[in-house]
């Protein structure tokens, strides 16, 4: 079972238009209906005007080198068999042989558009970790994905979609799949003021892949019925964002609010948790030098 996982089928409305060959959904473009550590990121607010989005840089991060003994880097031609064997491995979803073609030079399968790709390697060149991830005009989404992800969407009139985040084995539960989306935040969203959501879909069963999630601050936007299909079976998805530059997305401000509480609840638990403890362990052992 894949630990961290967020698949999507490419693009393409039909399984004979897309790179995904069994899968029932429509398109990135996030249309009705998708499968597949800590951090907390602050919203940007200098204003700018959408520019197209970067390659990944191959810097080891973006501040300070959090994974010295890895490169990270955008993939290349020479992956090509690589990035193919661990997708067959990672995703349920089998993608047909131009989706891998057109990823190694950075395209979408068929439309051309620019993807960014981000590679951990080894050093042996061994591929440890992958993310995908696209850039998604508002007027692209259907009026209902829009509308949740993106209701004022001529202030944040573009959103990033992570079409596919894995890693290998031995390297899962290290902070790795969190880095990478810490690197994708802060290369094509975190300056991007018109950029309003980080946006992915989750099959419903992926409970690890959905907690992994949750810890890193999305909320569930909402469940999507016989979103795939795999092995002839229909699964239903959960659509996950992250919001940026004031973007509130689907929320209400009651949601909003319960939200600041459970968070500023989780921030004094701990501490109060600790207090009690060491309290009770003081008071037992003054107990037990009395009945002494």
Not at 109 to 130: F, N
């Amino acid at each position: 079972m894949v630990d961290i996982i967020s698949t999507i089928p490419y693009n393409g409305i039909s399984n004979r238009n897309n790179g995904a060959s069994e899968t029932k959904a429509q398109s990135y473009y996030c249309h009705p209906a998708s499968v597949g550590e800590d951090l907390e990121l602050g919203d940007g607010s200098s204003p700018s005007t959408h520019q197209q989005h970067p390659a990944a840089s191959s810097s080891s991060s973006p501040q300070t080198p959090r994974f010295p003994q890895f490169q990270f880097r955008s993939i290349r031609p020479s992956d090509r068999r690589g990035i193919q064997e661990l997708h067959e491995e990672w995703f349920p979803v089998r993608y047909q042989s131009e989706f891998y073609d057109d990823l190694v030079h950075g395209k979408m399968c068929h439309s051309g558009e620019d993807l960014y790709t981000l590679l951990a390697v080894d050093r042996d060149e061994k591929i440890v970790a992958c993310l995908v991830a696209a850039m998604v005009p508002a007027k692209r989404l259907n009026f209902n994905s829009r509308q949740l992800l993106l209701p004022d969407h001529r202030k944040h009139s573009m959103g990033c979609y992570i079409m596919t985040l894995g890693t290998v084995e031995e390297h899962r539960k290290t902070g790795l799949a969190t880095y990478l989306i810490e690197r994708c935040i802060q290369e094509l969203v975190r300056d991007q003021p018109c950029v309003g959501s980080l946006y992915l879909h989750v099959i419903t069963s992926n409970e690890s892949a959905i907690r992994f999630y949750e810890r890193l601050g999305f909320w569930r936007v909402q469940e999507i019925q016989d979103y795939y299909t795999i092995a002839d079976k229909y699964h239903n998805c959960y659509l996950y964002a992250k919001y940026f530059h004031g973007n509130r997305g689907h929320l209400d401000l009651f949601q909003l609010i319960s939200w600041w509480v459970s968070n500023v609840w989780k921030k004094i638990k701990t501490p109060l948790t600790f207090l009690f403890l060491k309290e009770s362990s003081r008071r037992r052992i003054i107990s037990d030098n009395h009945r002494a």
